[in-house]
């Protein structure tokens, strides 16, 4: 049991710079945004895919570590894709530039990695969740299901 505390113990406290992944761009109408891309080894091609949206203040690595989708990723085999917000909040206006963000970030996984454009997922943390609402009003036709966490819907 000693053992199994000190692992979880030791597991939760792994810095998020250490979890793998591959930094990227997205050029959105000129303006370059950060993505963080976790492709699993053997992942093929025609694999669903997650955006994972951050709160406001956070960033990229905190999601990462919040959020572990790497893990499952590499069990069920699909893109986790972890956006980076201008500054530390997201633009919930549904015609505003993360809306755009998140069209830019399925075009450029759809060409790279092949994604399964049927099986596109969106999820985020509190204002993450916030701009999970707002893609699931604004992209449904894109966005095969939304799971906002402690956000709330806007507008």
């Keep these: 049991m000693l053992t199994a505390v000190a692992s979880l113990l030791l597991y939760t406290s792994t810095d998020a710079q250490d979890l793998p992944g591959v930094k990227d761009t997205v ?6 945004r950060t993505i963080d891309v ?3 080894s053997g992942m093929g091609e025609n694999r ?6 951050h709160g406001m203040g956070q960033d990229i690595a905190y999601q990462k570590k919040q959020s572990r989708w790497d893990q499952v990723a590499d069990t069920a085999k699909f893109l986790v894709v972890y956006p980076q ?7 919930l206006d549904g015609n505003g530039s993360d809306v755009a963000f998140i069209k830019a970030i399925i075009k450029k996984m759809s060409a790279k990695y092949k994604i399964d454009l049927k099986r596109v997922y969106m999820s ?6 916030m701009l999970t609402y707002s893609v ?5 036709d894109q966005i095969a299901a939304c799971a906002p966490v402690s956000g709330y819907p806007i507008g």
Excluded: L
């Excluded at 669903?48 to 949206?53: D, G, Y």
């Excluded at 917000?85 to 633009?91: A, P």
């Excluded at 699931?136 to 449904?140: C, P």
């Design 27 to 32: 050029n959105v109408n000129g303006t370059v």
């Design 38 to 40: 976790y492709a699993p």
């Design 48 to 53: 669903p895919m997650v955006i994972s949206a």
């Design 85 to 91: 917000s201008n500054g530390s909040t997201w633009n």
């Design 124 to 129: 985020g943390f509190s204002m993450g969740g």
């Design 136 to 140: 699931a009003n604004n992209m449904a």
